[in-house]
Nanobody, 127 residues
Framework: QVQLVESGGGLVQAGGSLRLSCAAS???????????LGWFRQAPGKEREFVAA????????YYANSLEGRFTISKDSAKNTVYLQINSLKPEDTAVYYC?????????????????WGQGTQVTVSS
């Protein structure tokens, strides 16, 4: 069993920054068999969209082409934690941000291929 717990969301003014955290636990993290950790977001009335992903056993990172370089994904393997730094926040970044984990290292952008999901953390950006 894998548990993912997101934190770090909140209300922030446009132009500000946030760092989201995803604390992971479970046997697959302890024995290093997890493949990919990803961040997705879902805004009200919109479909869930891919934001970023990172290889758990390596250091490859992947980003949605549309996010203009404002997002940075990183990890602390010793803490089993993945981070999402968001800079220059815009009102259109308002969404629930979800952390997801896949046992496959080849799963990146397709949410349906991820095996585990957190409960999400709300990010609200005011103009």
């Amino acid at each position: 069993q894998v548990q993912l717990v997101e934190s770090g969301g909140g209300l922030v003014q446009a132009g500000g920054s946030l760092r989201l955290s995803c604390a992971a636990s479970g046997r697959t993290f302890g024995d290093n068999s997890m493949g990919t950790l990803g961040w997705f977001r879902q805004a009200p009335g919109k479909e869930r969209e891919f934001v970023a992903a990172i290889s758990w056993r390596g250091s490859n990172t992947y980003y949605a082409n549309s996010l203009e370089g404002r997002f940075t994904i990183s990890k602390d393997s010793a803490k089993n934690t993945v981070y999402l730094q968001i800079n220059s926040l815009k009102p259109e970044d308002t969404a629930v941000y979800y952390c997801a984990a896949a046992t496959s290292a080849y799963v990146i952008r397709l949410g349906s291929r991820y095996d585990y999901w957190g409960q999400g953390t709300q990010v609200t950006v005011s103009s």
